[in-house]
């Protein structure tokens, strides 16, 4: 069974500088794709950024980046230039491509970007 | 695109009696459904997992008798949480998928309050 790791329960930045929020996961599978979605105080989730695990090239979605590395399991975010409106929830989620393509969900990460 | 909404947004209701929460997608067809529910600072956790005019799957642990999910079409799908208890008080949160090697798209949630 896949597993999803975040072991900052926590974290705070100051408006302007760059944070990096981690993830492990662990699966036998080959195939599979990597998110990190952030949750605001709204609740909504809003897809931040997505990576295909046969893709070396780490994605990044302008302020957003990931640091994939495939042999370590391990995926981490960071957000450069932080701003006030990225105070929120960070989740990391797990989908094989093969089966149901459910998600597995870490148990997220609090991020306050402070003034 | 990839607009997926809920209704209702929040709903109080009696111990005993039913509750009905719909799930649309918008601007596309969902060939798969996903169903989470909530706690306050906790991730999301899957209940169930629905494709279009067959039967859900659900999670290990959870009631299918208790939590009733259909899905009539490709754009809607409905979870009845029957018989509720204030136990079953939690934010529910539906996410659609337009299929394999796709993200899921997450609604806005629900609100149910069971008093």
């Known amino acids: 069974a896949q597993t999803v790791t975040q072991s900052q329960p926590e974290m705070s930045v100051q408006e302007a500088e760059t944070v990096t929020l981690s993830c492990t996961y662990d699966t036998s599978e080959n195939n599979y794709y990597l998110f990190w979605y952030k949750q605001p105080p709204s609740r909504q989730m809003i897809l931040v950024i997505r990576q295909e695990a046969y893709k070396q090239q780490n994605a990044t979605e302008n302020r957003f980046s990931v640091n994939f590395q495939k042999a370590a399991k391990s995926f981490s975010l960071k957000i450069s230039d932080s701003q006030l409106g990225d105070t929120a929830m960070y989740f990391c989620?797990?989908?094989?491509?093969?089966?149901?393509?459910?998600?597995?969900f870490g148990t997220g990460t609090r991020l306050k970007v402070l003034a | 695109g990839a607009v997926v909404s809920q209704h209702p947004s929040r709903v109080i209701c009696k111990s005993g009696t039913s509750v009905k929460i719909e799930c649309r997608s918008l601007d596309f067809q969902a060939t798969t459904m996903f169903w989470y529910r909530q706690f306050p600072k906790q991730s999301l956790m899957l209940m169930a997992t629905?494709?279009?005019?067959?039967?859900?799957?659900?999670e290990q642990g959870v009631e299918k008798d208790k939590f009733l999910i259909n899905h009539a079409s490709l754009t809607l799908s409905t979870l009845t949480v029957t018989s509720a208890h204030p136990e079953d008080s939690s934010f529910y949160i539906c996410?659609?998928?337009?299929?394999?090697?796709?993200?899921?798209?997450f609604g806005p949630g629900t609100r149910l309050t069971v008093l």
């Open positions: 996410s659609a998928s337009k299929g394999a090697y796709n993200e899921q798209f």
């Open positions: 989620a797990f989908m094989a491509t093969s089966g149901t393509y459910k998600y597995i």
């Open positions: 629905s494709n279009e005019g067959s039967k859900a799957t659900y």
